[in-house]
């Protein structure tokens, strides 16, 4: 199973929690998935983290690059506002910062669904312990 499977089905157990109920056996089974997904999810959490750190590295050692090429390219040191343009224009510093951005998004995707998982987990925990009328 991916792990994009293992999330679509965790989903519908959660929608499924809510709209037919579930019973504290159920619900102690439901808990320990959730927990187990989290593990999941941690380690795809790590793994996407690093590589939006990768990817804000890269971008500033482009953008570094870029701009010490230009501001030596002539005999005249070209300003501040037309480096700064030209970073903000060139294809490959832009590239760089969207696959960042989309790295970034990802991480951030994964700590959300993390966080729905603890909630779930514990929503869960608390139905097998009898703390809820579920």
Do not use: W
């Not at 793994?47 to 870029?66: C, F, H, I, P, T």
């Not at 590239?95 to 929503?123: M, P, S």
């Amino acid at each position: 199973m991916t792990f994009q499977e293992l999330c679509n089905q965790l989903e519908a157990k959660i929608i499924s929690g809510y709209t037919s109920g579930v019973s504290m056996e159920e619900a102690e089974r439901l808990a320990g998935e959730f927990l187990a997904a989290q593990f999941q999810i941690s380690a795809e959490l790590q793994k996407a983290a690093l590589d939006a750190r990768m990817r804000k590295n890269s971008v500033k050692s482009l953008r570094g690059q870029v701009y010490r090429e230009a501001a030596t390219a002539g005999e005249k040191k070209p300003t501040e506002a037309m480096l700064a343009a030209l970073l903000d224009t060139n294809d490959e510093v832009k590239a760089e910062q969207l696959a960042y951005d989309a790295a970034e998004t990802e991480a951030e995707n994964l700590v959300r669904l993390y966080n729905t998982f603890k909630d779930a987990h514990i929503f869960y925990r608390g139905i097998a312990k009898g703390n809820f009328n579920g």
